[in-house]
């Protein structure tokens, strides 16, 4: 498989043994006029073209660099079933595929997914011949309809202010798993960080009722605790004692490793995975805690993009260097900005011990429609669900800057039924409702965004906020200037900075405010704003725009490419000094 990109297993956090990676060369065909189901592309034996998975049609590494509107496009190859799993059911898995995906095997419709971020799969085994077996995929995907979501892909021909280019169709790992027709489908973790104990909520196949699950939990090789049951229903909750204590903090995720085991009829199904013995809370006089104890945010806007895949990382590297790079700066976290990052990236933020806000790419869908909510909500719900059990994820922050056509800012029950609807499903986490956008009681942060680059004026729209008193900014459309806000909720300034600095001569580049005259000038205005944030005992957080330039949007402390613009050093003596708040 080393020829293979992006070979590693794409969910640490569900490993089996029995997988198989689909990586790599599949045949691929545009179909900008709609044609391809009706002219039965799905039972064809190969497509006009070539592409590279899982890197999407408009970036280099899919070989075809496409960067033009595709309304449709379809991919084909062939499926190599291991002779080792017969009798196992077969699972195929597409971790990421933008928008609407209809996945075919042998010429028949096995299901179709709606939503450009999230995972999903479908259990192939009826489908699957003796020999000779292919998948087909179709994905369509319309960013212009304003019917779905889109997040910072361009609705023009080409990149503009910070919108960048587009992805279409499949761009995470494909891949196989064998099960037995008993097995784990996944598991939520709920930590108690006094006992010490874990609580897991483990779901099971439809046909696991009567089977034996046992779990075990180790760290460092050591058993820590275990814990049994017999499957009655399609959920069972079990509960581990922990011989020992150790906690997920900022720069140290320890992390416990889980062993499951569900046996029926004499099979067993094994599925490996991990947790973080973590809480979080948020108030208004202690701030943010992690377990227990205020902890300062510093985090960084990040996007996720690169040059070569788009929103794809070329290889795992790149995913690991971009939490170190942060972590160098003196950040312990970042906001995952308007796309949702894929599972291995939040392994790697687990295992580093770095903070996370998920967020999914709202940007695109008009919430003013009626049906929004009915194409924003599912895809939503798989995020949550998906990444729940995840340590590094410390809050929710489903929806960004929801203006409408005219610049104004939508309160509507749209937002307020995704907060309640988020904290029903978890309520160990707060929620940010729309970052950047002046809260109604349906969210627990009033979050401003900020790009006043005078830290004497910055300082002074945040003078009276322990009378809950702020002072947001007013930057989309017609609407220029500030907004008196009275609030009782903690605050947090989840934008702010993004001071140009272009390496080479550009002409499209931006960055916020008036450009700098040099690297002192550039570092003065840095130090002058972040002392603002980190002198004020009622702000519990920062988060700056942004940690790597993306294309034409160059205010990143990182070039696109992932050089260092100045010593990080530097930036690390700014960022990471102590806050008023903290403990």
Same mark, same amino acid.
């Given at each position: ?9 794409? *969910?640490?956090?569900?490993? *089996?043994?029995?997988? !198989? ?9 545009? /179909? ?20 590279? $998975? ?79 077996? @292919? ?15 889109? &997040? ?28 037995? =027709? ?24 439809? $046909?696991?009722? &009567?089977?034996?699950?046992? $779990? ?8 820590? &605790?275990? =814990? ?27 992390? @416990? ?7 029926? /009829?004499?099979?067993?199904? $094994? ?6 013995? *973590? ?39 790149? !995913? ?94 749209? !937002? ?46 945040? =003078? ?12 989309? &459309?017609? *609407? ?57 005992? /009622? ?39 102590? =806050?008023?708040?903290?403990?």
């Amino acid at each position: 498989m080393n020829n293979i990109p992006r070979n590693e297993h794409p *969910r640490p956090d569900r490993h *089996r043994d029995s997988w !198989l990676c689909l990586n790599g060369t599949w045949d691929f065909e545009i /179909d900008n006029a709609l044609v391809g189901e009706a002219k039965k592309f799905f039972e064809r034996k190969s497509l006009d073209g070539k592409i590279t $998975v899982p890197f999407c049609p408009e970036s280099r590494l899919s070989g075809v660099a496409h960067t033009d509107f595709m309304n449709a496009v379809w991919y084909r190859r062939d499926l190599p079933i291991p002779a080792d799993w017969a009798g196992k059911n077969v699972i195929l898995h597409i971790d990421a595929s933008d928008y609407e995906t209809i996945v075919f095997v042998n010429g028949k419709w096995v299901g179709t997914h709606r939503g450009g971020y999230t995972s999903f799969q479908y259990d192939i085994t009826k489908f699957l011949a003796a020999e000779g077996n @292919y998948v087909t995929i179709c994905a369509k995907d319309d960013v212009r309809s304003e019917k779905q979501v889109a &997040g910072k892909q361009s609705q023009r021909f080409g990149s503009y202010g910070c919108m960048y280019t587009r992805t279409t169709g499949i761009w995470q790992t494909v891949w196989l798993e064998a099960v037995e =027709a008993a097995h784990v489908t996944s598991y939520k973790v709920f930590a108690n960080i006094s006992d010490p104990s874990v609580t897991l909520d483990v779901l099971t196949s439809n $046909v696991s009722v &009567g089977a034996e699950l046992n $779990v075990k939990a180790y760290y460092e090789g050591k058993l820590m &605790g275990e =814990a049994s049951a017999t499957v009655a229903s399609g959920s069972t909750t079990v509960n581990i004692a922990l011989a020992e204590k150790h906690l997920w903090e900022c720069g140290n995720g320890r992390l @416990y490793d889980l062993k499951f085991e569900l046996t029926k /009829d004499g099979k067993t199904d $094994v599925m490996d995975g991990y947790f973080g013995l *973590r809480e979080v809370a948020l108030t208004r006089d202690k701030g943010l805690m992690i377990n227990g104890k205020t902890v300062f945010g510093r985090f960084v806007l990040d996007q996720g993009f690169n040059p070569e895949g788009i929103i794809t990382a070329p290889d795992d590297k790149h !995913l690991i260097f971009d939490i170190e790079a942060s972590m160098a700066c003196g950040f312990n976290g970042a906001r995952l900005h308007q796309k949702v990052f894929e599972p291995r990236f939040l392994y790697h933020a687990d295992r580093l011990g770095y903070m996370v806000w998920g967020e999914t790419g709202n940007w695109g869908l008009d919430h003013t429609l009626p049906e929004a909510i009915y194409n924003f909500l599912p895809e939503w719900l798989e995020e949550v669900e998906r990444d729940f059990s995840h340590p590094s994820v410390i809050g929710w922050c489903p929806t960004n800057e929801t203006w409408d056509k005219h610049g104004r800012q939508q309160f509507n029950p749209f !937002l307020d039924s995704i907060y309640d609807i988020t904290k029903a499903i978890d309520k160990t986490r707060p929620v940010i409702t729309s970052s950047g956008s002046y809260p109604t009681e349906r969210t627990d942060v009033h979050d401003v965004h900020d790009y006043e680059q005078d830290p004497v004026k910055f300082r002074s729209y945040y =003078a009276e906020i322990d009378k809950g008193i702020v002072r947001d900014q007013l930057n989309r &459309g017609n *609407r220029v200037g500030r907004q008196v806000s009275k609030t009782h909720l903690p605050i947090f300034v989840s934008e702010y900075g993004g001071i140009g600095w272009v390496m080479k001569e550009d002409a499209t580049a931006w960055g916020y405010g008036k450009s700098v005259e040099g690297e002192e000038e550039f570092f003065q205005r840095l130090e002058g704003l972040t002392d603002v944030l980190l002198e004020n005992k /009622d702000i519990f957080g920062f988060c700056y725009t942004q940690l790597t330039d993306v294309e034409q949007e160059q205010n990143g402390l990182l070039t696109y490419d992932r050089q260092f613009k100045f010593d990080p050093a530097r930036y690390h003596r700014i960022f990471s000094k102590k =806050a008023v708040i903290e403990d």
